[in-house]
């Protein structure tokens, strides 16, 4: 079994380096450029994410990247990085505390180590598919096995139209004890320490899936697609407490 411990302390470096870069951006005025996707971008994101490109290349110069803001680095490596500087732009341009730095590591483009931080509250959770820890203190999802119980959480309520089926989801609402679209990688860090249910992102990139896959699974949680599948292959997620994760499944896709 693969010994963790240095990448851990590394990515806790890594968390640091974006965080003192990010913190003064936040509630600033900032100019805001918009990519071709038309999904926004700041200075915050491009200088956190260079910061840790260049960390990564110096402390391992065989292992790849793959970051949001600057593509792929020595893509065919074994261990590869996976880096989102701000998950959640918008929110953080908004003065929103949903966002955060995502950063994964995979062995053989399987995700072995994520990492969601905070950098406002000072909050780090790293998971490695079997352990998840909150600022070094164990986390886990909530035990929750009745729909009637949950606390579902999604990134953009449009979304949901837009990619899936709206009227499942909306099923799905009148179902549970409370909805709210408090999003981004917070979603996933509320599930993971047990303060929420679900979270659903019916649309997801590369470099948003990664790190929440060690996260949930660590912490007792179940990840998929949509449509229950491996995630590591797909652009959309649920994730739940192991209780509810099937009766969700069937809600979202019943005819």
């Not at 994520?114 to 490695?128: A, K, S």
């Not at 999604?154 to 989801?169: A, G």
Request: aromatic share 10%; proline share 4%.
């Amino acid at each position: 079994m693969e010994n963790l411990t240095e990448f851990k302390k590394f990515m806790y470096y890594l968390a640091n380096i974006s965080a003192k870069i990010i913190k003064p951006y936040f509630r600033t005025r900032m100019n805001i450029e918009y990519k071709g996707d038309k999904s926004p971008v700041t200075i915050a994101d491009k200088n956190a994410e260079e910061a840790m490109r260049r960390a990564i290349i110096e402390e391992y110069p065989g292992h790849g990247i793959v970051g949001e803001e600057f593509g792929s680095y020595k893509e065919d490596a074994e261990y590869k990085w996976v880096l989102d500087p701000i998950d959640g732009t918008k929110s953080f341009i908004c003065g929103v505390l949903s966002f955060g730095t995502l950063i994964a590591l995979l062995k053989n483009d399987e995700p072995i180590l994520g990492v969601i931080n905070q950098p406002i509250l000072n909050e780090f959770l790293i998971g490695d598919n079997k352990t998840t820890f909150i600022n070094n203190k164990p986390a886990s999802v909530r035990n929750c096995k009745d729909i009637s119980d949950v606390v579902l959480l999604t990134t953009d309520h449009n979304n949901i139209e837009e990619y899936q089926n709206l009227e499942n989801f909306e099923k799905l609402i009148r179902k549970v004890k409370l909805y709210r679209s408090w999003g981004d990688c917070y979603g996933y860090y509320l599930l993971a320490t047990g303060f929420a249910d679900v979270m659903i992102d019916p649309i997801m990139s590369f470099w948003d899936t990664m790190a929440l896959i060690p996260i949930i699974k660590g912490a007792g949680g179940i990840i998929t697609d949509y449509n229950g599948n491996d995630p590591v292959n797909g652009n959309s997620i649920i994730a739940a407490s192991p209780g509810i994760h099937s009766q969700v499944i069937k809600c979202l896709h019943e005819h």
